[in-house]
DNA sequence: CCTTTTTTGTAAAGGTTATGTAAAGGCTGA
DNA sequence: TCAGCCTTTACATAACCTTTACAAAAAAGG
């Protein structure tokens, strides 16, 4: 095994080895673990096996064509595909099999185009799973009230001026008030990623947090920290 | 009773089976509640008798085509239908818009494009009585005086002329004064197009709309820019 | 107690992404 | 054809997020 586990993984289906050098070259150093099959059945079984974030797909493939594969692909599986379609191609395709796909690339992508459509397509399908409850209620606790119809916080009369990666933060502790959440949780529910154990990012974004909210880690009136398992929200500040 | 009674339901009509088991396969695990119909007479029949938020509808049908189906169900419902045409055929889309689709797919969808219509034709037949009685009252925030009806807007005591574009912007906005809307709903909202990665037509219309309110980004008395959320109406211009 | 190890707080740097907007391109209806 | 409008493109800039580094605190172990 030599890719660690925690990367997203791409898996392209191609019978062009060129095509798949050029994705994988672009994607690997985008931190994207990429592997590659030439053939729709290969292809077919690594989609099923190995689980992947998201899945390439072309439409021609010689033996099994991209609609047969993806067909059986979501006879089991959900994971996002984009099909590479042709350029301008559209009266070939055949009328009522060409749906299941979750986007289309044409042929002649830019690189921009392939990153910004994976991270679309996975960005939806972490989006699903968790089946966004979507409360807009505002949240008040102590003196803080949180909006999150206006993104905006307000703690003692105050407008916070927080950045978005904070105020989802902020929501997540909230929603979960007097539970500790975990770093790998709190970094899940805000971007999506994986925490890693020399990642500090979540306690770089408690740390201006507290300073926003005028709130000292000694002596919390909002987060506390609970030492080797994560940060809560407490809603009732008791005095210590 | 297997399903829960608060998932979307759908209805897809359509007689290739493999175009209705992509479908299902697809939505079901997005929390939708699929059935399917093969036939035109069946599908009439489902329709009218449970109770779907959206039907969805192949154009071409053996024995009773689309447009017929449409037409009778259009005779005692108003549930959103969206018609699968093949693709660029314009004059299916005169016909269908004439006895009362809600919307088209093309038949080579991505599941991108069918989520985001889905769910807006659900939005709008969710709306409330009111909602959907499309309010021409005139509203008013701060300096700002909108009438639907007329569709003219005056600030500070001045026509404001704006584009098509640029009004209904502005309605959408102030009809969710002091909430956040993002790019991919305005856009829905004001042209039925889905949102792409790329797509800055948002920020554009918004840029211009704000020369036309006098209204500075950085700080705004009307329109506001929430970083990675979208923007939002403030109905209480307040001081920095 | 004292030392070592683990964990946390936070400033600063660096790279990345989102936004504002001018300009170009393209579509549509007169 | 032209005029008006919408979208796309392109680029500058600002805001942001993560990483890194180091100090301090807490726990562990003696």
Known sequence: MTESYDKTRVLIIDDDPKLCRLVKDYLDPMGYDVESAGTGPAGLEKALAGDFQAVILDVMLPGMDGFEVLRRIRQSSTVPVLMLTALGDESD?????????????????????????????????????????????????????INPASRQAIEGGQILSLTPVEFDLLVTLARSADRVMSRDRL???????????FDRSIDVHISS?????????KNPRYIKTVRSAGYMLISRPEEA
């Open 93 to 145: 395709r055949i009328v009522g099999l060409e749906i299941g796909a979750d986007d289309y690339l044409p042929k002649t992508f830019s690189t921009r185009e392939l990153l910004a459509r994976l991270r679309a397509v996975t960005r939806r399908s972490n989006m699903t799973q968790s089946q966004k409850a979507e409360n807009d209620d505002e949240i008040a606790i102590g003196e803080l009230r």
């Open 209 to 217: 947090l507290r300073r926003k909210l005028n709130d000292d880690p």
């Open 187 to 197: 970094l899940d529910e805000i971007s999506g990623r994986d925490y890693e154990v």
